[in-house]
């Protein structure tokens, strides 16, 4: 009798298992705008998403012009840019850690990753270039440069170099290298010359202490 | 004026509605960011002879930003732009004029006119140590507008632009723009580089 209850006791456990890798394992779109198509994997033909239609393992998502996507991940949300292929690779829950990769061949996306309680998140996309590497954070990528608006993402290479890039701040990959990130590329992004003159047809002089100006001369024809 | 037009227009005036404050020498203190169409302006017509330009002087960190927005004003002059490319649009556009263009004297273009025969000009006060890109818009010779008109007809007042991409049409995704020969230019301190560019007709 005892062997009984332990046995049911270790089925309980698997069902809610179960039940717990079903409930992060799913990717759902919510909305679609525009021509938003889904190749499921194996096919070679393209059908059109709606919302509310569930995207399996290993299907690629492709965005047309004007089309634009939010998809369902658990509690987080992944907009889809225009002109951007996405494929979903991974879609796990283990050891309550909720396991995300995506692919990015081309374009642009926008994750806001948020946990559900108990569960932690390992949010991941990879472009030839770059993977971005998130727990419980929000941030856009284009698969070269990463914009981040919350919390703090890792940014590595393709050679597994890493840079942290926080809330505000952009990354940059050129693939090998390491990645620029955080503050020096913030201002390498930003630090253009706000303190040229107004005189004339343009401006003279000036620039950001310790930069340096020069000149373009424009050749027209 | 259709909705999509007008947003464009709007976002085209971010950087030509300027041009009006610089020509007329208004007050900085008296704008907010970079666009103000609460002032008066007077109508402004370059000399005889000559076409008034404005020059995006912009960090080569923004490509994408750059060729993003480009793309979208020539689909929105062709064929119109959905809300949410509109949005996209707007987005660029704040993103370059805030923090990937040069600014001269407070603006993030550089404004000047010129000839009708092939010529240069120099752009000063750019920031060393980085590397830009130049798009040149050429406004149509001899026309007097207003920013009514801006916001009506920005594609007829650009007579001519330099390409900065290849093929910059929006017939082409954006991603797949390749830089033309020249492009960008590398901006050392206490010198001058030279850019060498043809002024077309906008594609």
């Given amino acids: ?221 | 004026m259709k909705k999509s037009a007008f947003l464009l227009a709007r976002v085209a005036g971010l950087f030509i509605a300027a041009v009006f404050l610089a020509g007329c020498y208004a007050q900085l203190a008296d704008q907010k960011g970079y666009l103000n169409l609460g002032l008066q302006f007077a109508d402004r017509q370059a000399p005889a002879g000559t076409s008034e330009i404005i020059v995006l002087v912009a960090n080569s960190g923004y490509e994408d930003t750059l060729k993003e927005m480009l793309y979208l004003i020539d689909k929105g002059k062709k064929v119109g732009l959905s809300g949410s490319e509109t949005d996209q649009l707007t987005t660029d556009a704040k993103q370059l004029a805030t923090s990937g263009l040069v600014k001269f004297g407070g603006f993030p273009f550089y404004q000047t006119t010129i000839g009708s025969n092939p010529g240069s000009f120099q752009i000063p006060g750019v920031p060393a140590g980085r590397d830009y890109f130049v798009k040149i818009f050429v406004f149509s010779p001899g026309v007097s507008f207003t920013v009514e008109d801006i916001d009506a007809n920005f594609g007829g007042l650009v007579h001519l632009e330099n390409l900065v991409f290849n093929p910059e049409v929006y017939t082409t995704p954006w991603q797949n723009w390749t830089l033309n020969l020249g492009q960008p230019v590398e901006v050392n301190a206490g010198q001058s580089v030279a850019v060498n560019v043809t002024l077309v007709t906008p594609p």
């Avoid at chain 1, 889904?38 to 492709?62: H, K, L």
């Avoid at chain 1, 909720?98 to 994750?111: E, F, H, K, M, Y």
């Avoid at chain 1, 090998?176 to 010359?193: I, K, L, Y």
């Fill in chain 1, 1 to 221: 009798m005892k062997r009984i209850g332990i046995a049911i006791i270790i089925a309980l456990l698997l069902v809610l298992a179960v039940v717990d890798v079903g409930a992060q394992s799913r990717a759902v779109f919510r909305t679609v705008t525009g021509k938003v198509e889904i190749q499921n994997p194996g096919e070679q033909s393209w059908q059109a998403a709606s919302a509310g239609m569930e995207v399996p393992i290993r299907a690629t998502i492709s965005t047309g012009f004007g089309g634009r996507a939010v998809l369902e991940f658990g509690a987080s949300t992944l907009t889809v840019r225009p002109l951007t292929r996405l494929r979903i690779d991974e879609l796990s829950t283990q050891n309550n850690v909720a396991r995300t990769i995506l692919s990015l061949p081309v374009g642009r996306i926008r994750a806001e990753v948020k946990s559900t309680a108990g569960t932690a998140n390992d949010f991941s996309v990879r472009s030839a270039l770059s993977t971005a590497a998130v727990r419980g954070t929000g941030f856009e990528t284009d698969g070269v440069r990463l914009s981040v608006f919350e919390s703090t993402v890792a940014f590595l290479s393709q050679s597994g170099i890493s840079t942290n890039v926080s809330a505000g701040e952009t990354g940059v990959s050129s693939g090998g290298g390491s990645p620029s990130g955080g503050t020096d590329q913030r201002e390498a992004n930003t630090a253009v010359n706000p303190y040229t003159s107004l005189t004339g047809s343009g401006g003279i002089g000036g620039g950001l202490p310790g930069l340096g100006i020069g000149t373009i001369t424009v050749n027209w024809q």
